[in-house]
T-cell receptor, first 117, second 114 residues
Framework: GAVVSQHPSRVICKSGTSVKIECRSLDFQATTMFWYRQFPKQSLMLMAT?????????EQGVEKDKFLINHASLTLSTLTVTSAHPEDSSFYIC?????????????FGSGTRLTVV | GNSVTQMEGPVTLSEEAFLTINCTYT??????LFWYVQYPGEGLQLLLKATKADDKGSNKGFEATYRKETTSFHLEKGSVQVSDSAVYFC?????????????FGKGTLLTVNP
């Protein structure tokens, strides 16, 4: 089945530094990638949606300059948390949507636990 | 807009008990409905789905039926196991619109005790 590889699974960074999270679709073309943030014991909050080769669409309240999303190819999307601060500590999950067929499937990465110290 | 309301947790059951997690939705058009499961420290895995009214999704002993008349997609399992302990999310994807974004419920934590 469809697999999305998300790396790193855990990262600890110092306040003020930037962190890049990668999501790769391993055996399908991801026309659309979704980036979510999940707080402890809470649901997923959609941060942005990106289509290959175009700018990401951010949800209301999400800072575009802080959370940079790049979807340069049909198999790779990256989320860069710039100038990270402790309040950015969270669990980030990507999801790729494959096009085609009667069911537009969503495949999730395994998530990245970001801790900013 | 679209929304998903699911049963507040946490839910604690003994092994082999019957499970129901309620989920209702509000959406325009004809959404596809999903249940996802999240094990601790992991991403989401698709548990089952239904794409049209009266469809029944099933997987690993779990079932849910797409009920358009009651706008519901309740998750059921006849006999839970300890390994079913996880957070369960009900979600919908609206037909039409841009990018088919998933709308999630808040999640229900299930704990199954031996």
């Amino acid at each position: 089945g469809a697999v999305v590889s998300q790396h790193p699974s855990r990262v600890i960074c110092k306040s003020g530094t930037s962190v890049k999270i990668e999501c790769r679709s391993l055996d399908f073309q991801a026309t659309t990638m979704f980036w979510y943030r999940q707080f402890p014991k809470q649901s997923l909050m959609l941060m942005a949606t990106s289509n290959e080769g175009s700018k990401a669409t951010y949800e209301q309240g999400v800072e575009k300059d802080k959370f940079l999303i790049n979807h340069a190819s049909l198999t790779l999307s990256t989320l860069t948390v710039t100038s990270a601060h402790p309040e950015d500590s969270s669990f980030y999950i990507c999801s790729a949507r494959a096009q085609g067929g009667s069911y537009y499937g969503y495949t999730f990465g395994s998530g990245t636990r970001l801790t900013v110290v | 807009g679209n929304s998903v309301t699911q049963m507040e947790g946490p839910v604690t059951l003994s092994e082999e008990a019957f499970l129901t997690i309620n989920c209702t939705y509000t959406a325009t058009g004809y959404p596809s409905l999903f249940w996802y499961v999240q094990y601790p420290g992991e991403g989401l895995q698709l548990l089952l789905k239904a794409t049209k009214a009266d469809d029944k999704g099933s997987n690993k002993g779990f079932e849910a039926t797409y009920r358009k008349e009651t706008t519901s997609f309740h998750l059921e399992k006849g006999s839970v196991q300890v390994s079913d302990s996880a957070v369960y999310f009900c979600a919908l994807s609206a037909s039409g619109g841009s990018n088919y974004k998933l709308t999630f419920g808040k999640g229900t934590l299930l704990t199954v005790n031996p």
